[in-house]
């Protein structure tokens, strides 16, 4: 009798085990469902794409305002460089379950843009040149962290691809000349030719 107990017993926990629905894949992991994303990865998402806007708003921006034409050319490079990244991202994250990509910039952002565009002619490249180093340098930080220990795979790779081109950025933000007298179409940063010897 205990035999028979017992063997109902197991069989019954068999049963249960075997009900029991798969886990669901973790992002990056291939399964029948969509991958989902954990809060680290969301965070990434979420300041790469406010990042990507703010450059390119302040980017637009800077074409217009500045006189300055290492600022003009940079701006224009931001604008391409950060319309690029964000097309990648929206197409990486659109099979990830639960993700949520910004549609706006946040506060802080917003704040910064105002600030730039309230800044007056004289003060404007500096402003500009400020906020690319400051922006450029959390971005490399933010790459640098999710490109070592992010869990979806796809924008794991994303990041560590992505990341020596804002590392250039940075250096060449660091580099900008704000002296207001190099203007755009001014001939400015070109070598002076000697005059010709007779």
């Known amino acids: 009798m205990k035999t028979l107990v017992l063997a109902f017993t ?3 926990a068999a049963s249960a085990a075997w009900s029991q629905p798969m ?15 954990s809060p680290a990865t969301q965070d990434f998402v979420s300041k790469v794409a406010v990042s990507d806007m703010f450059e390119i708003e302040s980017s637009k921006m800077a074409q217009q305002k500045t006189r300055n034409s290492s600022i003009a050319d940079f701006a224009k490079m931001m604008v391409s460089d950060h319309g690029k990244t964000s097309r990648q991202l929206m197409s990486l994250t659109g099979g990830l379950k639960g993700v949520e990509v910004p549609k706006a910039m946040d506060a802080e952002h917003k704040q910064k843009l ?3 565009k309230k800044a007056a002619a004289n003060q404007f490249d500096a402003q500009y040149k400020a906020a690319q180093i400051e922006g450029h340098e959390k971005a490399v930080a933010l790459f640098e962290s999710y490109s070592q220990s992010g869990d979806a795979a796809e924008i794991k790779k ?9 590392r250039e950025h940075l250096q060449h933000a660091q580099q900008l000349q704000t002296d207001p007298a190099s203007t755009v179409g001014s001939g400015a ?3 002076k030719q000697e005059p010709q010897r007779r």
């Open 158 to 166: 994303f990041a560590q691809d992505t990341l020596p081109k804002l």
């Open 189 to 191: 940063g070109r070598p």
């Open 114 to 116: 105002d600030q730039l």
């Open 10 to 12: 197991l069989t019954l």
């Open 23 to 37: 886990p669901a894949p973790r992002a990056g992991q291939s399964g029948n469902q969509a991958a989902t994303v």
